[in-house]
C-alpha cells in the first residue's frame, strides 16, 4: 500500500524560486497531446540550487536549461516530481511532455467532456498538464498558444486576451492568448471545442466596455440567456456594493458536462459544469435558476476575492472561499427574498456542516493538516468560512466592513495571503481587537452555546446568562472560549428591543430592566453566529415568537423549534399525541399571504440530516417514522386549508418573478402534504400533465416517489421518453427514481446502474442516482439488510478507480456512522473496511477513512 505524506501548515517555507513568464504551447490530440513550456526562472535566495518541479502522470519527452538539452543523467524524474540544479540567478528552462487527455477520467489536468478539451486545476491539476511549482504563491505571467484542428476545435480558448491567431498546416489553426495579471498555475484554463456562442457587452461604472461571452453545447444557446443576465447583474451588485469592477476587455465562461464540481473561476475564462449555465422554464426549475445565478456570480466575485489577492497556500483556502461565499449569499439576499435566502443557507448549516464538524474529518475553516487538497473543498471552509464573514459583517457594521475589505485590497491587491492578513486589515480598518475573533480560523467543532434566564419581577429586571461549551474533535482534544456574537430580540406587548451581545468567555451576564412582565426571548436572530443553541423554550413561547419577532429568521426558526420537540417526543414515546395546539398555531402561519416563499419554509419540516444531527446517536428508522407521522398529523389537520391554498394558485400561469415563483413553493409545499392523504393522489397526477414548468412537473414527481403514488411509474417513463437527449433533465430523473421509497428499490437501483444513460464518468450522472440515494432515501439507504449501505460501498469501489474526487465525496454518508445505532454503525463500518483494502486505493478515500476507521 502507498503511503501518502500528510502536509502541514506550520511547515510553510516560501519557494526559493520564482517563475516569472511561462509561455505554454499546446498541440491538441485526444491521446498524445504535446505541451511545450518555457519558463524564465530566477532565485529568491542565493543558497537555491536544485529545483523540484511537480508533476504527476506526465510523459516527459525533453528538458533544456539555457537552451541546452539536460541528459538523463542531468535531471531526476519520478511519480511526483522533476528535478535538476539551476545554476544561474535567472535562466530559461523549456520542458516538453505529453499526456492523454482522453483517458483522464479523473476530470483534474486537461481532459475531453464530450467532444471538447478543458481544464480543470485547482487545487493541484496544473501538474498533471506540466512540470511547474504548482502551489498558489508562485506567481507567473502567462502566455498560452493552443493549435488543434480547425474543423472539430473552431474555438481555442485560455486566459487574458487574444493577441495572435492563424492557420498552420493540416487543417490546423492556432490562437494565441495573452494574460496581462500574473496568476497562480491553479488559474490556468483552456478550452477547446465547437460551440453555439452567446454574446453581449458590460461597460463598467469607469467607462470600460467588456465583452461577455458564454459558450454552450450546440443547440443549447437559448438556455444561456438567464446565465448571461445573471453575470451581468453580478457585475453591477459588486461595483455597487464594494466598488469592485472587472479588469479585462473580455469574460468568457464555457459550459461543460463533464466537471467534479460546480464551477471554477480561472482568469477571464471560467469553466461552468453545465448544470449552473443552462435554464429555461420546461427543463430547469426555480431553485435551478437560483442556483445559476449564485454560481455565476460567485465565480464573478472570485475575481477580486481569489484571482486579484490569492491564498498563500492551500491552508489559507477559505480566504478566498469563505469570503466568496459569503459575497455570493449577500448578493443572492439582495437579488431575492433576504429572509428566505437566509434560511437555505442556515438549512445547509445545520443539515451538513455541522455534522461534518463533529464527524472523522472535522477541521477548522483553516485546516492545519492536509494529505489530499481536493478533501478540503468542504462546507466548512466554504459555508462555515462565510458565516465567520458574516460575523465580522455584523460585529463591524456594513461601513467598517466595507472599509475593511478597501483596505485589504489596497494592501494586498496581486499578493498571494493569509486569513490572518485578511483579519488584520478589518481589524486595522475598524479599529477593533480581533485577536481572540481569530480562533474560529483555527478552532474546529461547533459550539453550544447555553441560555438560562430569570426575570425579577419586583425589580423590571430581565437577566441572561450564557454559557459556550465546544465539545473535543476527533482533530484537536482541547477546546477555548470564542468570540461570538450574538443577536437577541426582548419580545414583550411594549415594544420589540434588539441588541447584539458579544459573548467572548465562558460565561457571561447581561441585564436588562424597565420591564413590567417577563419578555420572550428570540436567540440568535437572523442565525448570527455558526452555533448550536441550548435553550428550552415553552411551545406558548416559541408561538409568541413565530407571530411577533421582528427578524423573520427567528420566526421561522421558532417553528423549526416546535417540530423538532414534537419529533423528539414522538421518538421517545411510542405512546405520544401530538397536542392539537400545534395545528392551531400553524394555521395562524397560513392565514399571512405577504411571502408564500416564507410560508413554504415555515411549513418544510426540518430535514433528516438535520435532526440526525441534533438526536443523535439514533436509529435511522425511528426518526424517519416519526418525521412521517408528524406530517401525516399536519396534513389532516390542515387539510381544508391547504387544499383551498392548493386550488387557488394550482392554476396561475408561469412567471419568472418573485411573485409567481413564491406562488409555486407554497403550492408545491401545499402538494407534499395533501399527497400524504390517498383521496388527494389525482392532484399529483393532474399537476405532472397540465404542467408547462420544471418546477410543477418535477413537485408532481417528487410527491409520487417519496409516497409511491400508483402512477409513479407511467409518469416517470413519459419524462423519460420526452428528456433522454436532455442531460440535465435526465440527472433529474434518476435522481426522481433514487428517491422511491418502495421496497423494491434494490432491484429498480440495480436495474438503473444498467440503464443505457447511466455513466459513473459523468459526475452529475453518478451523483443524480448514488449521491440522491444516499442523501434522500433514508428509509432504504439505512434499512436494516444493510443493503443501502453495500449499494453505496459498491460505487464507490467502481469510481476510485475511475474519478477519486466524485467517490471521495460520496464516502461521507459512510464516514458519518457515529451517528446512527450500534447496529448500523457495524454494518456501515464493514462496508468502509471493505473499500479500505481495494487494491491502488486512492488518496482522497484512504485519507477520509484513515480518519473514520
Ligand atoms: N474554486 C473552485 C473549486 C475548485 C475545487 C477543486 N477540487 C470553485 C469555486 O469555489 O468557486
Ligand atoms: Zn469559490
Redesign the pocket.
Known amino acids: 500500500m502507498t503511503e501518502f505524506n500528510a502536509r502541514y501548515l506550520k511547515d510553510y517555507l516560501p519557494s526559493d524560486f520564482s517563475i516569472n513568464t511561462i509561455d505554454l504551447t499546446f498541440e491538441l490530440d485526444d491521446n498524445k497531446t504535446k505541451v511545450t513550456s518555457v519558463m524564465s526562472i530566477s532565485k529568491n535566495t542565493s543558497e537555491a540550487n536544485k529545483i523540484i518541479l511537480n508533476g504527476e502522470q506526465l510523459k516527459l519527452i525533453a528538458v533544456y536549461y539555457n537552451d541546452t538539452a539536460l541528459n538523463a543523467s542531468e535531471y531526476q524524474v519520478d511519480d511526483d516530481s522533476l528535478s535538476f540544479l539551476i545554476k544561474d540567478n535567472e535562466c530559461t528552462v523549456k520542458i516538453v511532455t505529453e499526456i492523454d487527455p482522453e483517458n483522464n477520467t479523473s476530470l483534474?489536468g486537461l481532459f475531453k467532456s464530450g467532444g471538447a478539451f478543458c481544464t480543470?486545476c485547482?487545487?493541484e491539476?496544473f501538474r498533471r498538464i506540466t512540470y511547474y511549482l504548482d502551489r498558489p504563491d508562485v506567481m507567473a505571467k502567462f502566455t498560452t498558444k493552443v493549435i488543434a484542428d480547425k474543423n472539430l476545435y473552431p474555438y481555442l480558448l485560455s486566459n487574458g486576451n487574444k493577441i495572435d491567431s492563424g492557420d498552420l498546416n493540416n487543417n490546423r489553426h492556432f490562437v494565441t492568448w495573452e494574460d496581462p495579471f500574473l496568476k497562480p498555475c491553479y488559474l490556468f484554463a483552456l478550452v477547446a471545442g465547437d460551440f453555439d456562442l452567446l454574446q453581449d457587452s458590460y461597460k463598467t461604472t469607469s467607462g470600460r466596455d467588456v465583452r461577455l461571452e458564454i459558450f454552450v453545447d450546440k443547440g443549447n444557446k437559448t438556455k444561456a440567456h438567464h446565465a448571461m443576465a445573471s453575470l451581468k447583474h453580478s457585475m453591477r451588485w459588486d461595483e455597487d456594493t464594494f466598488g469592485l469592477e472587472y479588469d479585462l476587455d473580455i469574460y468568457m465562461i464555457v459550459a461543460v458536462d463533464f466537471f467534479?464540481?460546480?464551477?471554477?473561476?480561472n482568469k477571464g475564462l471560467n469553466v461552468f459544469n453545465s448544470k449552473f449555465v443552462l435554464a429555461d422554464k420546461e427543463t430547469a426549475t426555480d431553485t435551478d435558476y437560483f442556483n445559476v445565478e449564485a454560481?455565476i456570480a460567485?465565480?464573478y466575485f472570485?475575481n477580486w476575492t481569489?484571482n486579484r489577492v490569492t491564498c498563500r497556500d492551500w491552508f489559507q483556502l477559505s480566504l478566498?472561499?469563505g469570503l466568496?461565499v459569503f459575497r455570493d449569499q449577500q448578493f443572492s439576499a439582495d437579488m431575492h427574498s433576504a429572509a428566505v435566502t437566509r434560511i437555505k443557507n442556515v438549512r445547509v448549516m445545520r443539515a451538513q456542516q455541522f455534522s461534518e464538524d463533529a464527524g472523522p474529518m472535522s477541521h477548522p475553516i483553516r485546516p492545519e493538516k492536509v494529505v489530499e487538497?481536493?478533501n478540503f473543498?468542504t462546507l466548512t471552509v466554504?459555508e462555515k468560512g462565510s458565516e465567520v464573514i458574516r460575523m465580522l459583517h455584523t460585529l463591524l457594521g456594513k461601513d467598517k466592513f466595507r472599509q475593511g475589505l478597501d483596505l485589504y485590497f489596497q494592501r494586498f491587491d496581486g499578493q498571494a495571503v493569509t486569513c490572518d492578513d485578511f483579519v488584520t486589515a478589518m481589524a486595522d480598518a475598524a479599529k477593533i481587537d480581533l485577536i481572540l475573533f481569530k480562533r474560529w480560523y483555527s478552532q474546529s467543532g461547533t459550539p453550544i452555546v447555553k441560555v438560562e434566564e430569570s426575570f425579577n419581577t419586583n425589580s423590571g429586571e430581565y437577566q441572561i446568562n450564557l454559557s459556550q461549551l465546544t465539545l473535543p474533535t476527533k482533530d484537536q482534544a482541547t477546546k477555548y472560549a470564542l468570540h461570538i456574537p450574538i443577536a437577541i430580540e426582548l419580545i414583550n406587548n411594549e415594544g420589540t428591543q434588539s441588541h447584539l451581545l458579544e459573548l467572548k468567555s465562558d460565561n457571561q451576564q447581561w441585564r436588562f430592566s424597565g420591564f413590567h412582565e417577563k419578555p420572550t426571548l428570540g436567540f440568535l436572530a437572523n442565525f448570527s453566529a455558526p452555533v448550536k443553541v441550548d435553550f428550552e423554550q415553552s411551545n406558548s413561547d416559541l408561538a409568541i415568537i413565530m407571530t411577533s419577532a421582528k427578524d423573520k429568521f427567528l420566526r421561522w426558526d421558532a417553528g423549526q423549534k416546535l417540530f423538532s420537540n414534537t419529533i423528539s417526543q414522538i421518538i421517545t414515546d411510542t405512546n405520544y399525541q401530538i397536542p392539537a395546539e400545534l395545528i392551531d398555531i400553524l394555521a395562524t402561519q397560513l392565514c399571512d399571504n405577504s411571502d408564500p416563499a416564507l410560508i413554504a419554509e415555515q411549513f418544510t419540516l426540518p430535514n433528516f440530516h438535520e435532526l440526525v444531527e441534533q438526536f443523535k446517536p439514533i436509529n435511522p428508522i425511528k426518526l424517519v417514522d416519526a418525521l412521517d407521522k408528524l406530517k401525516l398529523f399536519i396534513a389532516k389537520g390542515l387539510e381544508k386549508q391547504l387544499l383551498s391554498i392548493y386550488q387557488a394558485l394550482a392554476d396561475k400561469p408561469y412567471l419568472n418573478n418573485a411573485q409567481s415563483i413564491g406562488d409555486r413553493a407554497l403550492k408545491n409545499m401545499s402538494l407534499s402534504y395533501l399527497v400524504l392523504l390517498p383521496e388527494h393522489h389525482d392532484l399529483v397526477k393532474r399537476q405532472y400533465l397540465t404542467s408547462d414548468n420544471m418546477t410543477d412537473a418535477l413537485a408532481a414527481l417528487q410527491s409520487s416517489a417519496t409516497q409511491t403514488v400508483e402512477s409513479f411509474d407511467a409518469m416517470m417513463a413519459s419524462f423519460e421518453q420526452r428528456w433522454e437527449n436532455t442531460t440535465l433533465v435526465m440527472d433529474k430523473w434518476f435522481s426522481l427514481q433514487a428517491a422511491y421509497k418502495g421496497s423494491n428499490i434494490f432491484e429498480r437501483l440495480k436495474n438503473l446502474t444498467e440503464h443505457s444513460l447511466f455513466s459513473l464518468k459523468n459526475p452529475n450522472r453518478a451523483r443524480s442516482l448514488i449521491g440522491a440515494f444516499a442523501q434522500n432515501n433514508s428509509r432504504y439507504f439505512h434499512c436494516e439488510t444493510g443493503r443501502g449501505y453495500q449499494f453505496l460501498a459498491d460505487q464507490i469501489c467502481s469510481l476510485n478507480a475511475i474519478n477519486p474526487?466524485v467517490a471521495s465525496r460520496l464516502i461521507t454518508a459512510l464516514i458519518q456512522y457515529q451517528d446512527f445505532d450500534e447496529y448500523r454503525q457495524n454494518l456501515m463500518k464493514s462496508q468502509l473496511e471493505r473499500i479500505a483494502i481495494l487494491p491502488n486505493l486512492s488518496k482522497d478515500l484512504k485519507e477520509k477513512l484513515d480518519a473514520a476507521l
Open positions: 483534474e480543470q485547482e487545487a491539476g467534479n464540481m460546480g464551477a471554477m473561476e454560481v460567485h465565480e472570485h481569489g478566498k472561499e466568496t487538497m481536493n473543498y466554504y474526487q
